[in-house]
């Protein structure tokens, strides 16, 4: 897995994180959105990283 893959995980993490802490449900669904666009951009970059090496 790609150094920038990995990053966007942790950052997805992090968001998790901080929506768990946080009292403001809108707050909590915006950190929650965020974090599954950082799941699902590194989902196509591990993809795309699978298909060069075919």
């Known amino acids: 897995m790609s150094t920038r893959a990995m990053?966007?995980?942790?950052q997805a993490d992090k968001c998790r994180w901080h929506?768990?802490?946080?009292?403001?449900?809108?707050?909590?669904?915006?950190?929650?959105?965020?974090?599954?666009e950082y799941?699902?951009?590194a989902a196509e970059i591990v993809g795309a990283e699978i298909e060069s090496k075919e």
């Open 7 to 10: 990053y966007l995980l942790d």
């Open 39 to 41: 799941v699902e951009r």
């Open 19 to 36: 929506a768990d802490r946080m009292s403001d449900a809108q707050t909590q669904a915006e950190l929650r959105k965020l974090a599954a």
